[in-house]
């Protein structure tokens, strides 16, 4: 009798047989694929997202810095107007040089953003960057006056400069 119990004890159990258990590794073998293809699939679209987000806070970054540095351009004007009308005999003074000291750092601080002024006055009249006020007699096509600034923010035109185009007398 106790023979009998030792051997039943010892043998296989009857549930697990190595068909079987081929057969669930190769189950189990698929599950792990799928997830670990699952896994990487979720970190591709996380990598993607990441990246997406990045480049959105990038433009809504220049979007702000542009409006900006759009918004401040008449305050340059103004203070180019202002020096302008400044009399000979006082622009020595220390409060004039402040002015110019002022106006300089606002140059500075805008050109730093990229901001650039177009040229104009004896240069040739370009449609892209120049908006025709109206025309006197001079040379054809030649940029005679300068009636307000223009301005190029990182090489795209934001505000064409307005001027006096020459032109031939008939």
Known sequence: MNDKKNTKEESPSPSVSPPQAGGELEVLQKQCQEYLEGWQRAKADYANLKKESEEKQKEIASFVKTSLVIELIPVLDNFEKAIAHVPE??????WVTGIFHIKKQLEDLIAGSGLEKIKTVGEKFDPEVHEAFSSEEGEEGIILKEISSGY?????????AKVVVGKLEN
Request: aromatic fraction near 0%.
């Open 152 to 160: 190029k923010l990182n090489g795209k035109t934001v505000v064409p």
């Open 89 to 94: 005999d006082q622009k020595n003074q220390n």
